[in-house]
């Protein structure tokens, strides 16, 4: 079904587009299981909603929280959600996919003490002390998208992509970027001490992050790498494996560990992760499976599941949208189809572990969103309902809902991906919709920015 922008005025509506194009999407009116407090290894969640890690990279430059950070994580627990998912923050200088990126050192781990005191606090003001969400902490090693000065990328991969290299700017024959078996070694403990540096801050858990082709990401379809890291299942999860037990045995069971973690990278076979190896579109989920429950008995008490590579043309996989950024074609597939995708992702990951799962791909449905949020969670689809864009445009959705029983149309994303343009601009980000007077200009100057790069890198092309 072809690609169309959202235009539903009902549920009804909904529900027969459901219908006509054969989906497996359900939405079911009692929204009270949204209320229901939900067991995160030894800690209780108060509800069923969570803000899914959205980067603002607007972090100061030593990678503590700036001024805009905290108005956004205030905002956040001002919100209602039962779990606020920080988003990424890298675990060495290297490993940053932009110089703003939030990153968790001994030097600044008070400032991040000081915000979280702060958080819980709004929340508490809003919403009684006896309201207090988790917050876990998502650490990262941005690998092929390696950015942490500058414009200039320096990416570190795990193993050449024919598909992905030109768009690194990474020859066929040059190796240079290919990390060593001892480099990744070498990144347990930074995870064990950034996962310190978290409880020590306040942190209810940490989140090794294993998606979107990050570098833990592009490792798990390391078919082609030589060495103990690459070819057979077993090398490929094993770093994650080391990590998470690592992270465990410092942490103490008094501490969550999570991952947000890609199900399906929609990526040719040999490079693509629970693909088919004779079509991309199709799922093959026998090792995202087998990996799941791998983490589950090594330590991990949460899953986020996700899809897709989000800096890729396929950008729908991971984020269904009206309006794509600029570069990514309009898909062949109707909005819905990626949103059913998700679902079933989740829905997969959920019937094979023990552990709450959050699902991703709400947004689009804009105010329906609760409706198919309490159908996923009362069919054992998921556990919580992941919002991403949704919390930066509407970050009191869950407030309004659990209070009122409904989103309000005029506030909701719009899936407009001005939010995702300013990130491939190198800008600082947010809702340029719904919170325009802050974020409208710095879309701009992000876009002047871009532009004008573009134009230097032309004349410099003409004259060679």
Known sequence: MAHEKFNYKSLEEIKTKVDILGLDIRFDEDLSVLKTPVKVGNRLAPNSFCVLPMEGCDSNLDGSP???????????????????????????????????????????????????????????????????????????????????????????IIQHDPILDPRSGIAPDDDSHIVSDDYLRSLVEHYVMSAKLAKQAGFDGVDIKVCHRYLLSELVAARNRT????????????????????????????????????????????????????????????????????????????????????????????????????????????????????????????????????????????????????????????????????????PDAPADILKSGFMKPNKCCITCSKCTQIMRDHGITGCVVRDSETYLPLYKAARADADSREKCFQQERGKL
């Open 66 to 156: 700036s001024n805009l950070t905290a108005r956004r994580y205030l905002r956040f627990a001002r919100g209602g959600s039962g779990l606020v998912w920080w988003e990424a923050c890298s675990i060495l200088p290297e490993a940053k996919a932009n110089e703003r990126q939030m990153m968790l050192t001994s030097s600044n781990r008070d400032q991040f003490k000081q915000l979280l005191t702060n958080v819980r606090n709004a929340s508490a003001e809003r919403f009684g002390h006896g309201f207090r969400p988790l917050h876990i902490l998502q650490l990262t090693h941005s690998g092929r998208y390696c950015r942490p000065k500058g414009h200039i990328a320096q990416p570190m």
């Open 227 to 394: 060495g103990e890291y690459g070819g057979s299942f077993e090398n490929r999860i094993a770093l994650i494996r080391e990590i998470v037990q690592a992270v465990r045995n410092e942490a103490g069971t008094d501490f969550i560990i999570a991952s947000r973690l890609n199900a399906y990278d929609a990526h040719p076979y040999p490079y693509g992760f629970g693909c088919s190896e004779h079509n991309m579109w199709e799922l093959d989920l026998s090792e995202p499976l087998a990996l799941a429950k791998i983490m589950q008995t090594d330590g991990v008490d949460l899953f986020c599941i996700t899809a897709g590579n989000p800096y890729f043309i396929q950008a729908n996989v991971t984020r269904p949208f009206d309006t794509s950024s600029m570069g990514i074609p309009i898909p062949d597939e109707h909005p819905l189809e990626s949103v059913q995708r998700q679902f079933l992702l989740a829905a997969a990951i959920q019937q094979a572990v023990s552990v709450p799962v959050v699902g991703s791909g709400y947004s689009w449905l804009r105010n329906f969103v609760p409706y198919a949020a309490s159908a996923n969670i009362k069919d054992g689809r998921a556990s919580v309902v992941g919002l991403g864009r949704s919390s930066l445009a509407y």
